[in-house]
C-alpha cells in the first residue's frame, strides 16, 4: 500500500499494493489446510458443506488472480483522511458532469468498498448505462473503522455514531456544501444515525436495509407484520450465531479468522449463501472470483477481528431505530431479511419521498442486483436534485 502527500487537500492520495510475499503466503497456507471431518447432513443447517468450502479454496489458491481485482479498484482515485485519530480509506469518484449530486455510500459487514465496486461507473457515469447527465452522482465511499484499508482503532469508542460525525467531517473537508447518504447493513445504521443527527449539507438518505420494528412490538400483528417477526426470530435463532460471536468476543473468534484463510474464507462464505437472492447456491448470484474478492479484502488485511468488533462496539443496538423526519427514501430487496411491512417504514419516516419494490436481490443489493440498485437510487434522489 502506497501513499502520496497532497497538502492542498490535506489527504493522502492511496493506491493498493498487495506485496507479492502476502500473496505467495496465502497459497502456501492454502495448501497446508487441515479439514474438519464433513457434516452429517444434505444441506447447509450444520454451515458451509465440505464440498463447497474446498472448491472455493481450490479456486482461491489456483485460478483466482487478485492482481485483477487490485488493478480495478485502483482505476478510482483513493485517499487516506485522518478523521479523529484514525486513518479512513476511502475512494472518491467524481463525476465528469458538473451538477452531479455528492453521495456517500457506506458498506456494512461482511460487506466491503468491493460491494459496492459494480455501481461506481453507472453512478458517475449515467450516461453509458441508460441514464442521463441529470442522474450523476459524486461518489465518495468510506471503507468502515477496521475494515479493509482504513485504520484499526486501538480503543473502544468507534461505535455507529462516531462514525457518523466522522463520515460529515469527511464529507465537509471535501468540501461538498450539500450531499446525501445511503446504506445497507451496518452502512444502513450509519447512514440512519446521520439522517437523525441531520448534519448541515445533508439533504436526504436512502436505505436498502430499514430500522423500523416497533417497540414494544404489536399485540395482535397483522399477516405482513407477523412475517416481519417470524423473518427476525430465523435470524435471531438460526442464523445469528455470528451475530453474537462478535457482539461478545470478537477478539477470540478474531485468532481464528486473523490464522486461517479458510476460516476466513468459510466465515464469510456463509452469509453470502444466506443472505443473496438465490434458489440452491449464492453462485446464481455471484461468482466465486466476485466472493474472493471480497474475502481477500479482508485476508490481506487482516480485518477479520478489527471488523467484527463492529457488533461489539454497537451490541446494545435494537431494529428499532426511532423516527427520521429529514427526506427518507427507501428500497425493498424481495429475499432481505427481515421483511418489513410498508406501514412501520411509513410511519418511521414522516418525510418519506420514495418508496420502491425491487423485482429481485437480497442483503447485498449494490453487489447482487447494481442495475436495480443504480435505477431504485436514480428514482430516490431526483426530488433532491
Known amino acids: 500500500m502506497t501513499q502520496t502527500e497532497n497538502d492542498e487537500q490535506a489527504l493522502r492520495e492511496f493506491r493498493i499494493s498487495v506485496p507479492q510475499a502476502d500473496i505467495d503466503s ?62 479512513i480509506h476511502f475512494i472518491h469518484r467524481k463525476s465528469p458532469h458538473p451538477n452531479a449530486l455528492p453521495l456517500l455510500i457506506t458498506h456494512g459487514w461482511p460487506g ?48 455507529v ?29 450509519i447512514t440512519t444515525v446521520l439522517g437523525k443527527l441531520k448534519p448541515e449539507g445533508l439533504a436526504g438518505v436512502h436505505l436498502n436495509w430499514q430500522f423500523v420494528f416497533p417497540d414494544p412490538l404489536p399485540e395482535h400483528p397483522s399477516p405482513e407484520e407477523k412475517r416481519a417477526v417470524d423473518d427476525l426470530n430465523v435470524y435471531t435463532q438460526d442464523q445469528g450465531g455470528y451475530n453474537h460471536l462478535q457482539s461478545t468476543r470478537p477478539q477470540t473468534i478474531g485468532y481464528s ?25 449464492v453462485e446464481e448470484v455471484l461468482s ?3 466472493i474472493l ?33 429529514l427526506p427518507v427514501a427507501v428500497t425493498i430487496f424481495p429475499k432481505e431479511r427481515p421483511r418489513l411491512p410498508e406501514s412501520w417504514i411509513r410511519k418511521n419516516y414522516p418525510n418519506l419521498i420514495h418508496f420502491g419494490r425491487s423485482a429481485s436481490g437480497g442483503h447485498f443489493a449494490a453487489f447482487e442486483q447494481p442495475q436495480s440498485f443504480v435505477a431504485e437510487l436514480r428514482q430516490a434522489f431526483r426530488p433532491l436534485r
Open 26 to 87: 496465502l497459497r502456501a497456507r492454502l495448501r497446508d489446510t487441515r479439514w474438519p471431518s464433513p457434516e452429517t447432513v444434505s444441506d447447509w443447517s450444520q454451515g458451509v458443506p465440505l464440498a463447497k468450502a474446498k472448491a472455493l479454496v481450490e479456486r482461491w489458491a489456483g485460478d483466482y488472480d487478485w492482481r485483477q481485482f487490485e488493478a480495478a479498484l485502483n482505476l478510482h482515485p483513493q485517499f487516506l483522511i485522518e478523521i479523529d485519530g484514525l486513518p
Open 112 to 159: 466491503t468498498i468491493a460491494e459496492l465496486s459494480k455501481v461506481i461507473w453507472p453512478l458517475t457515469h449515467p450516461e453509458n448505462s441508460g441514464g442521463s447527465a441529470g442522474n450523476a452522482f459524486d461518489l465518495v465511499i468510506p471503507s468502515l473503522p477496521g475494515f479493509g484499508f482504513s485504520g484499526k482503532p486501538t480503543e473502544p469508542g468507534w461505535n
Open 161 to 189: 455514531e462516531r462514525i457518523a460525525k466522522a463520515w460529515t467531517v469527511l464529507m465537509t473537508t471535501l468540501g461538498y456544501k450539500r450531499w446525501v447518504a445511503q446504506g445497507g447493513d451496518w452502512g444502513a445504521v
Open 257 to 281: 479468522l486473523a490464522d486461517s484463510p479458510v476460516g476466513q474464507a468459510t466465515w464469510i462464505l456463509e452469509k453470502f449463501q444466506e443472505w443473496t437472492d438465490n434458489q440452491h447456491s
Open 288 to 290: 466465486l472470483n466476485e
Open 293 to 325: 474478492d471480497v474475502i481477500s479484502l479482508f485476508w490481506f488485511t487482516n480485518s477479520g477481528a478489527s471488523s467484527a468488533r463492529m457488533y461489539w462496539e454497537n451490541k446494545a443496538a435494537s431494529f428499532a431505530g426511532g423516527i427520521v423526519d
